[in-house]
């Protein structure tokens, strides 16, 4: 069985022939590529088997990084109180109380099923960041 390829798909790789991902910069590129197609209207074979070539690259570079550490809920917390530099008085409208945060983050009490939501939308983050693997 022979494997054909439109022309359709041929000018997708002349526009951005797909090639490994060695830098931030290509990723930015190879993203920013996918992103257009996806807002297009429809979406061929052709286009559909694009950016799955594409989708695979970035997968690939992005299992080679250390972009995400292995962390989830309290400890994600505390990451990204500090990368914003954020106080547990910050956290008030979420927690109700400096007490009621400072005990989560010193792990005396666990994150609720809401407060891990409402963390999720504070910190513009997928609610799954929170939850164990």
């Known amino acids: 069985m022979s494997f054909l390829t439109s022309d359709r798909y041929l000018e997708l790789l002349k526009t951005f022939p797909p090639r490994p991902i060695t830098s931030e910069e290509e990723l930015i590129e190879t993203q920013n590529r996918v992103d257009r197609l996806l807002d297009s209207k429809e979406f061929t074979r052709d286009d559909k088997d694009y950016l799955n070539v594409l989708g695979t690259l970035i997968y690939e570079y992005e299992q080679k990084?250390?972009?995400?550490?292995?962390?989830?809920?309290?400890?994600?917390?505390?990451?990204?109180?500090?990368?914003?530099?954020?106080?547990?008085?910050?956290?008030?409208?979420?927690?109700?109380?400096?007490?009621?945060?400072?005990?989560?983050?010193?792990?005396?009490?666990?994150?609720?099923?809401?407060?891990?939501?409402?963390?999720?939308?504070?910190?513009?983050?997928?609610?799954?960041?929170?939850?164990?693997?």
């Open 65 to 133: 990084q250390d972009i995400v550490p292995d962390i989830y809920g309290v400890e994600l917390l505390k990451s990204l109180m500090e990368e914003m530099g954020l106080s547990k008085s910050d956290l008030v409208p979420i927690f109700k109380t400096e007490e009621i945060a400072a005990d989560i983050l010193d792990e005396k009490q666990p994150l609720t099923m809401q407060q891990m939501e409402e963390l999720a939308d504070f910190f513009h983050v997928s609610l799954s960041l929170f939850l164990p693997a």
